[in-house]
């Protein structure tokens, strides 16, 4: 009945020359690796070695791996695993094989590996599933991936609830008074309770893709939060005897000042979780009831996505690509905080970056790792601003700038001088929309014949919510709704509907899963509109026109608004209509 054995791989082949058959290693990296396998001897780890020199990531590797054995790949960070279907193998060997079951269903047990030449696992599991009259189905999964599961056999809840007897313990013990009062001295925060505490809120955090953690102190309790795709969700309900030994450990962490609780602090520190290289940013500010704490997560290990990733299309892709290979200029993009400014950023440097280049940012923090890129971080405390840093980065032969953000009249003025100098300029700027940016500009006293000369486009952007793949439905569409969204999209440009009707109205929504946690969403997506400076914006922008007739004579051009970008997602099945009204809306 069980059938834990592979499919047989290719006779005589070998993973790496199976890699070199699919042309999946490039001549250069091939020698690299040959060097190191040389010096390794037996030792050598050929998806290790790919792994940390960055190849590919892992779980691109174990694609290919499961390929090269004839197993289906799973992603187990992606699933809900049932504690029926984690009961089925004992914890001991689970560990000891390092393997995870993650469906029971009709007495078949599906069962994720890591390494599928290991016959003691394999032998193993056959035992289990005679034992247990199930069939056992193999499938190849990457080690970062069993890791999480193996780590999520107690949930947040209980290791919560556990570490929090412990304190309550470890407190009874203090009989003095004066023992009690120094519950919150360094030598005592960093006992196990509130050390595990923390750990599993920022572990459980970064499993679960947030981008931001939030703990909040109010009058009775301290409530724990995660921003997941954009939305805060609660998570946790902590005593409020605990916040002062929390607030305290995050401190430390962060390197900050312990006995400091009246004036907001700013810090960051690092950790490593399930394979991931995690940078969390963290923002102390003091409220009434206590110091709130909001930590942004910034993975280091994540992959630059693509402009089509994000979901720049059509005719915006087009004046895209084309401002992007000049060879002066400013190209800026625009929105609020939290808006994805800087990943679209992160795209466009992966996409121009060339040995022939030099690249030089200056970024508030670096968010990822671009290899050939000289990523520089700002530090106001030192007196290294944005505009302090851009004047130094001009000494340093720049092809392309990326200033992280323009924040003020000096850091214009200079990005202005930089791309009139024959540099090109990446930079973001807080407003509303694409047009807003040429107000915003002047406001800062740049002249508009600086503006029309040195800016070539402005981009501007907004994050909703992706429909879970897995969950999707179509969904009836009102008569009144559909003849609405008709009316909205008059005058878009026949580009943007590539791969749909266009005159067909459809929607779709998630009925919600557990690969979705029921939210019927995963993951996000950009919406977008882009104005470039032709020469009849830029005559407009000279006159310093209104808003609404720069707008007009824009639309003409085939420019399409964000709503209008966010509408066609919605037909095209990639996000709902209450996601797209959830941001535009004025």
């Known amino acids: 009945m069980p059938q834990a054995k592979p499919a047989a791989k290719p006779a005589n082949l070998t993973f790496d020359n199976y890699l070199k058959q699919r042309g999946l290693l490039e001549q250069p990296v091939l020698e690299r690796m040959l060097a190191a396998q040389k010096a390794a001897g037996s030792s050598f780890n050929i998806q290790d070695w790919m792994v940390s020199q960055k190849v590919m990531d892992e779980e691109s590797v174990t694609k290919i791996r499961a390929e090269y054995f004839g197993l289906p790949y799973i992603d187990l960070r992606k699933l809900h695993i049932p504690s029926e279907a984690l009961k089925t193998i004992p914890k001991e060997a689970v560990l000891f094989y390092n393997l995870a079951p993650f469906e029971l269903k009709n007495h078949v047990l599906k069962v994720a590996l890591t390494d599928p030449t290991n016959l003691q696992a394999l032998q193993a599991l056959e035992f289990m599933g005679q034992k247990q009259g199930m069939q056992v189905q193999l499938y190849l999964a990457s080690k970062m991936s ?162 089509e990733d994000l979901g720049v299309r059509g005719q915006n892709l087009a004046w895209v690509m084309e401002n992007i290979k000049k060879t002066h200029g400013i190209f800026l993009i625009t929105g609020p905080t939290g808006s994805g400014k800087s990943t679209t950023l992160y795209s466009i440097l992966s996409m121009i970056n060339t040995m022939s280049v030099n690249i030089v940012t200056l970024e508030d923090p670096v968010e990822y790792f671009i290899e050939g890129v000289n990523q520089s971080q700002i530090n106001p405390d030192i007196g290294l601003t944005f505009a302090a840093g851009l004047r130094s980065i001009l000494r340093q032969d720049p092809n392309i700038i990326m200033v992280g953000e323009v924040r003020d009249k000096e850091t214009a003025e200079l990005a202005v001088h930089a791309a009139l100098t024959g540099h090109l300029v990446f930079s973001t700027l807080h407003t509303n929309n694409a047009i807003g940016a040429m107000p915003r500009l002047m406001d800062m006293e740049i002249e508009p014949f600086l503006l029309t000369a040195s800016v070539n486009v402005v981009a501007a952007q907004r994050l909703v919510r992706k429909i879970c793949e897995n969950c999707r439905k179509p969904q009836p569409v009102p008569d009144a709704i559909a003849k609405q969204l008709k009316g909205e999209l008059v005058g878009v440009p026949d580009i943007y509907y590539e791969g749909i009707e266009k005159d067909k109205i459809q929607m779709f929504k998630g009925e919600g899963c557990e690969k979705c946690d029921k939210t019927g969403y995963k993951g996000r997506l950009g919406i977008f509109e882009v104005l470039p400076m032709t020469p009849e914006i830029q005559d407009l922008i000279l006159n310093r026109a209104q808003s609404g007739q720069i707008l007009e004579v824009a639309g003409k051009l085939g420019m399409i608004a964000m709503r209008q970008d966010g509408i066609i997602k919605v037909i095209r099945g990639e996000t709902t209509l209450e996601e797209v009204v959830r941001v535009t809306k004025e």
């Open 146 to 307: 069993v890791d999480v599961i193996i780590g999520r056999r107690k949930n947040l809840t209980s290791v919560v609830g556990e570490a929090l007897q412990d304190f309550q313990v470890q407190r009874d013990k203090e009989v003095k008074p004066q023992k009690a009062a120094a519950a919150a001295a360094p030598e005592n925060i960093e006992g196990a309770p509130i050390i595990r505490i923390v750990d599993v809120i920022l572990t459980n955090a970064i499993e679960a893709s947030a981008s931001d953690i939030h703990i909040e102190p109010s009058d009775t309790d301290v409530r724990v939060r995660y921003r997941i795709d954009g939305i805060l969700h609660t998570s946790l309900m902590l005593p409020k005897h605990v916040h002062p030994a929390i607030i305290s450990r995050i401190k430390i962490l962060s390197n900050l000042k312990i006995d400091e609780s009246r004036l907001p602090q700013d810090g960051r520190f690092h950790m490593d979780v399930g394979g991931k290289s995690v940078d969390l940013r963290v923002s102390i500010l003091p409220l009434i009831y206590g110091e709130k704490v909001v930590m942004r997560i910034l993975d280091k290990s994540g992959k630059v996505p693509t402009l």
